[in-house]
């Protein structure tokens, strides 16, 4: 069998203050990868919210809850955030709004990068938009929900032109790293869909709205899904 890519995600977005974003984006992309992903975790991307100037969103992945125990004590305790913490922190008003999630079961989570990281000097941006969907529910995900998103919504979303790169839900474990808070007791479903340009999601999103299954998901959440427009930085590997 092969192994799931990252069993556990950080879905992590920070609201930072005005201005700070590109700021906090080149000290991430400059010191922030590959001083973690040398301590085991995963930089699954990190991007710009198009909807929000003042957001920045980023993706971590780990094998398990405890060697993210680990891992987290090892980078937060050691000399690289030592280093750049005042200056990262100073960018951010919040970095508490964290889902932490897990690929569905069957799934072998986020696939491989086509291409390896580009290097630290690149500073062209990916022209491509990854869509983030989020579903609230009022219970947890069940084996019915995912067979119909499955069977019904999926195949809906890849004939609108967006297919589901991946689809993840939330993980109950226990935050075993208090420091970096997690919203706790969400049930959520979430999918990363890659599109081509901002036009090409624009496209998608109008046949996606005309489409039966979408509409019949609709109804069923206490809430409409939520939907984060990101930009790929320089250096995500996830464009």
Do not use: K
């Not at 491509?128 to 989020?134: G, K, Q």
């Not at 195949?155 to 919203?183: D, H, I, K, M």
């Amino acid at each position: 069998m092969t192994p799931v890519r990252c069993p556990i995600v950080e879905l992590r977005q920070y609201t930072l203050h005005t201005g700070q974003r590109d700021v906090l984006i080149d000290l991430f992309d400059r010191e922030f990868v590959e001083s973690q992903e040398a301590l085991g975790m995963a930089i699954l991307g990190q991007f710009r919210d198009l909807d929000d100037p003042d957001r920045f969103v980023w993706l971590r992945g780990f094998v398990d809850m405890p060697s993210r125990t680990e891992a987290l004590g090892r980078f937060y305790g050691g000399p690289v955030w030592r280093a750049h913490s005042r200056e990262a922190n100073a960018t951010m008003i919040d970095s508490d709004d964290v889902l932490l999630l897990r690929p569905v079961p069957g799934s072998q989570g986020f696939p491989a990068p086509a291409q390896p990281r580009p290097p630290a000097s690149h500073t062209e941006r990916p022209v491509s938009l990854i869509a983030a969907t989020i579903c609230h529910r009022d219970r947890p995900v069940d084996d019915e929900f995912r067979e119909t998103f499955a069977t019904q919504i999926g195949p809906a979303l890849t004939e609108a032109g967006g297919s589901p790169l991946v689809c993840l839900q939330s993980e109950y474990a226990e935050n075993t790293f208090p420091a970096l808070p997690v919203r706790a007791g969400e049930h959520v479903f979430v999918w990363f869909t890659r599109l081509g340009s901002a036009a090409d999601h624009d496209d998608y999103r109008r046949r996606r709205e005309r489409a039966q299954p979408w509409r019949r998901l609709v109804t069923t959440l206490p809430r409409p899904p939520h939907e984060l427009r990101l930009a790929p930085t320089a250096r995500s590997l996830l464009r």
